[in-house]
């Protein structure tokens, strides 16, 4: 457990956190106008080991050799030059702290940390954070890693929790939510979606999917899974290929046969690590999901629920329709699939230049 002080005078700033791993959603803009909830969950932070925010430069003005020693593999529209490291958490975490008025940034419905640091420590003064609440934009206060420091609390640590304990505590990601917009001259509004928190993942797990699919057909399983991936697989990789195959895999399932290639398996919430089998059986290339959704892929909830036949029983007041479904077929977030995509070495692959120009010739909103 630690506690963030301010580097200028040693006040806290914030409670007692545990950390975590930060969220494959953390940088996501979705739709216009929604109202997304927190990020990080009350007592945890996450560190963000890429620069956020301005000053900004554009690609055409990095040299290649600068933008790979930043772990930059393919153009991007522009490259951040903040300082990297920032601590992310709960604004319900924060401890002594004030907002600046003057920087609100360029947002509609809140604050989107454009005009930088937005918080100052309450006894010194000095900028300390940028708080996050924006509309379509995960709410997060991000820590300056220049004037933010973490110390122990009473020289605690807890071991991470094994995959098992995770397995019983961690709760599934439906795939399915409602979406609240800001609210118009008729109040609030909200509309049943698509999980932003699976589009996320699937953007994420899409690169890494098309580089282990070495240029070739890949075919993953049926159902929710096929949803989130075979349609952008089919539109980005040649169909006259021998297909490889992925499944999913993890813990407390068997052991992936010798005939898969590509194996779809969880992340550590802790750690971040990717899971591995401890004896694979053949080498296989690991395409990493958030653990929640993982278990829902691996062990789907009855959705939508299946009406009962005959009468309603007596002590029954009245019966629920099912949840609406999207109207819409699933797409990948596009931002964190070019986040990823581009920090990946495996990009510059001969075998991926075609992936690449597909990537620019397919409509946008046939995969994203």
């Not at 940088?27 to 890429?50: E, I, K």
């Not at 407390?252 to 401890?278: C, K, M, Q, S, Y």
């Amino acid at each position: 457990m630690f506690v963030f002080v301010c580097a200028g005078c040693g006040a806290e700033l914030t409670a007692p956190l545990s950390q975590v791993a930060l969220p494959v959603h953390a940088r996501q803009v979705y739709g216009n106008g929604a109202q997304l909830p927190v990020l990080m969950r009350s007592g945890t932070f996450a560190v963000d080991p890429d620069p956020w925010g301005g000053p900004w430069r554009r690609w055409s003005d990095i040299d290649p050799g600068e933008a790979e020693a930043r772990g930059i593999y393919a153009p991007v529209h522009a490259l951040s030059d903040g300082t990297p490291g920032a601590r992310v958490i709960a604004p319900g975490d924060v401890r002594g702290t004030r907002l600046i008025p003057e920087k609100r940034g360029g947002a509609c419905c809140g604050l989107d940390g454009a005009d930088g640091p937005n918080m100052a420590c309450e006894t010194c003064d000095l900028p300390v954070a940028t708080r996050i609440d924006d509309c379509s934009l995960w709410q997060a206060v991000r820590l300056n890693p220049d004037t933010v420091h973490r110390v122990p609390v009473d020289g605690t640590h807890t071991a991470p929790r094994s995959w098992a304990e995770w397995a019983k505590k961690c709760e599934r990601t439906p795939p399915f939510e409602p979406i609240a917009t800001w609210g118009g001259r008729l109040g609030p509004n909200h509309y049943w979606s698509w999980s932003p928190q699976w589009e996320a993942a699937a953007g994420h797990a899409l690169a890494h999917l098309l580089v282990a699919s070495q240029g070739r057909a890949v075919k993953v399983p049926g159902g929710l899974t096929a949803d989130m991936f075979q349609r952008a697989l089919d539109a980005l990789l040649p169909a006259d290929t021998p297909k490889r195959r992925a499944v999913l895999a993890g813990p407390g399932r068997p052991l992936p046969d010798a005939g898969a290639d590509i194996l779809l398996v969880p992340v550590h919430p802790e750690t971040g690590r990717t899971w591995a089998p401890a004896t694979p059986a053949t080498p296989a290339h690991l395409v990493p999901l958030p653990l929640g959704v993982w278990l829902w892929l691996v062990s789907p909830q009855p959705y939508p629920p299946t009406p009962a036949s005959g009468r309603v029983p007596r002590d029954v007041l009245r019966d629920d329709s099912p949840p609406l479904l999207p109207r819409h077929l699933f797409r990948a977030d596009r931002g964190t699939f070019q986040h990823t995509w581009a920090r990946l070495p495996e990009v510059r692959s001969p075998w991926l230049r075609p992936v690449l120009e597909r990537l620019t010739q397919v409509p946008s909103a046939a995969l994203f």
